[in-house]
Structures are given as C-alpha cells and as structure tokens.
C-alpha cells in the first residue's frame, strides 16, 4: 500500500494561501464572463437564421457569380453571336456589366425616398432663397446708409456754399453803399435777426415770398444769380469780374458742378 500522506509534513505546512484582498471577487468576475463569451458563441452557431438573411446571402451569391450556359437568356445572347465580357449593340457601345439590382428592404410605399429627396430640395432652395433675401436686404440698408450719408454731405456742402454766399453778397452790397439787401435772407446777419424775430413774433408780414418756403438749394441759386448779375461774382470762382463778357468767357458756370 503507498504511504498515506502526513497532513503535519513541511509539504502542507509551508504551503502559503493568496490572500490579496479583491482577489477572488476578480476571479469570479472574470469566470462570469467567460461564461457568458462561451454562451454566446453558442447562441450564435445554435441560432437560425431569418428569411430575410436567408435571402440576402443567396441574392449576394447569385451577383457575385457571372451568368453561365445554363440560363436561357445567356444562352439566347450566345445564339446571336453575344461572347461573355463583351458590349451589348450592334456596334458594341452598349453596357458591359448588368444593371445593377437595388432591392427595396423598408416598409415605406413606391414613390416614398422620391417624396423624400423632392421634400428636402424643396427646402434646401426655401433656405437658400432667405439667405438670398436677407443678404439682399443688407446690400439695400447699407446702399440707402450710403445714400443717406452722400445726401447729408450734399446737404452740408449746400448749406457752406450758401453761408458763403450771404457773407459775400453783404460784402459787395455794403461796398456799394446797399443798406438794406434785396431780401433778409440774402445777408447772412440778417437772416439770424430775422429768424430770432420769428420766435419772438406769432406772425410776420407776408413778403412777395416767403422765404422758409424755399429750400436751401433754391435760395442758393437764387442768391448766386444776384451776385452774377448784380456784382460780377462767383462764389466758386472767388473772383469779381470786370464785366459780362470777362464773366462769361472765364467762369465755367453758374452752379457747383461746373467747377468740379
């Protein structure tokens, strides 16, 4: 009989256990998922497979092989004189492979992906289209911010010119001993006394016009006509001229635009 094993030998004494804490938590943790790798590795080869699955792989198997003698439309295009890899046609321009097969897998009815794709177009365009309209209307609020700012500057340069006219015409009336101008307006202090006189006054005595009336263009044309006819001036110019002729020859014009 072999011997029976002393239980007090150094074999079963010195035997040292792993008592690492966590350590069989992970042990177990790690047999759970073995076993649960193995049962679905067995679920997978157990399992059968759909109609449809069914399906797509003969359908895949079936493109993946070229037709052979034994389908009857092949058979029919070998007749003819058809040799596989050529071109379809007389002329031998026509398609080499078959037409693709899309096959429709979802429930939704003919017609539906159409309705899809129409739908975002639709919508791509009704974007596009407000961009269009807002980019639109930024290009026509900075042209009017332009057209406002060059009617401003315009405005200003009107009201400079007429300023100098007045100061002018005051000058030459005053060197001809003219006490009073032709119209308040046409002296530039006078017409900061009349305007003073209008707050003061409910009512004013009606001239053959009334000069709040006229724009600041017209009282400039007005006043520069006077001062042509009456001095010899220009305001643009800066010159009194000896007479009509010398006037006429060497001034460009009456108006501001003829001496840009």
Not at 52 to 68: M, P, S, T, V
Not at 71 to 84: C, E, R, V
Request: with cysteine; charged share 40%; glycine share 6%.
């Amino acid at each position: 009989m072999a011997e029976e094993e002393d239980y007090m030998s150094d074999s079963f004494i010195n035997v040292q256990e792993d008592v690492r804490p966590g350590l069989p938590m992970l042990r177990q943790i790690r047999e759970a998922r073995r076993k649960e790798e193995k049962q679905q590795e067995a679920n997978l080869k157990n399992r059968q497979k759909s109609l449809k699955e069914e399906e797509q792989e003969r359908r895949d198997i079936g493109l993946k092989n070229a037709l052979g003698c034994e389908n009857k439309g092949f058979a029919l295009l070998q007749k003819m004189g058809y040799k596989s890899g050529q071109a379809l046609g007389k002329s031998g321009d026509g398609i080499v492979e078959p037409i693709p097969l899309n096959v429709k897998t979802g429930k939704s009815g003919i017609g539906h992906e159409a309705l899809l794709k129409r739908k975002a177009e639709e919508k791509l365009e009704s974007y596009r289209r407000k961009i269009h309209m807002k980019n639109q209307a930024e290009e026509n609020a900075a042209e009017q911010f332009r057209m406002r700012l060059k009617n401003k500057q315009d405005e200003m340069k009107l009201e400079g010119d007429l300023r100098r006219s007045q100061r002018a015409c005051q000058q030459l009336d005053t060197q001809k001993n003219i006490q009073v101008p032709r119209e308040a307006w046409y002296w530039l202090k006078l017409e900061e006394e009349a305007e003073e006189e209008e707050k003061e006054e409910d009512e004013q005595d009606e001239d053959e016009y009334d000069s709040e009336d006229l724009s600041v263009l017209d009282k400039l044309q007005i006043l520069t006509s006077y001062l042509r006819e009456e001095h010899l001036y220009c305001i643009w110019c800066g010159t009194a001229y000896e007479d009509k002729e010398d006037l006429s020859s060497n001034c460009p014009g009456p108006t501001s635009a003829d001496h840009d």
